[in-house]
C-alpha cells in the first residue's frame, strides 16, 4: 500500500557531504512520522532522525550538529544532509514511514529499499 524509496547514498571521504531523499508513494492520507535509520555490517539498525508532521526533530547524539533532517509534506519526501562525515557513519541507510491511511486508519512502519553510504578515510 505505501513504497518508500531512498536515493542519494554513494561513496564519500571522510569531511565530505552526502543528501538522501526518501519519496512515500501509495495510498496516503497523511504521514505521521518518517525518519531515517542506518544498519553498519555487524551491528544493529538504529536510529538516525526522525521528524514527525509537527516538524519536531530528533537526532541520535553521534549525528548531532552534522546531519539535519527535513521534510517536503507535499512531496511527501524527506531528505537527510548529512555533513563533516566519518568512517563510522558507513552503513546502509533506511528510510521509515508511519502512514495514515485515512481520518481513522494509521498503518506501519514501512521500510525502504536502503542506500549504501561509504564513508571513506
Known amino acids: 500500500q505505501v513504497q518508500l524509496v531512498e536515493s542519494g547514498g554513494g561513496l564519500v571521504q571522510a569531511g565530505g557531504s552526502l543528501r538522501l531523499s526518501c519519496a512515500a508513494s501509495?495510498?496516503?492520507?497523511?504521514?505521521?512520522?518518517m525518519g531515517w535509520y542506518r544498519q553498519a555490517p555487524g551491528k544493529q539498525r538504529e536510529l538516525v532522525a526522525t521528524?514527525?508532521?509537527?516538524?519536531?526533530?530528533n537526532y541520535a547524539d553521534s549525528v548531532k550538529g552534522r546531519f539535519t533532517i527535513s521534510r517536503d509534506n507535499a512531496k511527501n519526501t524527506i531528505y537527510l544532509q548529512m555533513n563533516s562525515l566519518k568512517p563510522e557513519d558507513t552503513a546502509v541507510y533506511y528510510c521509515?514511514?508511519?502512514?495514515?491511511?485515512?481520518?481513522?486508519?494509521?498503518?506501519?512502519?514501512?521500510w525502504g529499499q536502503g542506500t549504501q553510504v561509504t564513508v571513506s578515510s
Open positions: 521509515n514511514a508511519v502512514v495514515r491511511l485515512s481520518t481513522t486508519r494509521t498503518t506501519g512502519p514501512y
Open positions: 501509495g495510498s496516503i492520507f497523511r504521514i505521521n512520522v
Open positions: 521528524i514527525p508532521s509537527s516538524g519536531n526533530t
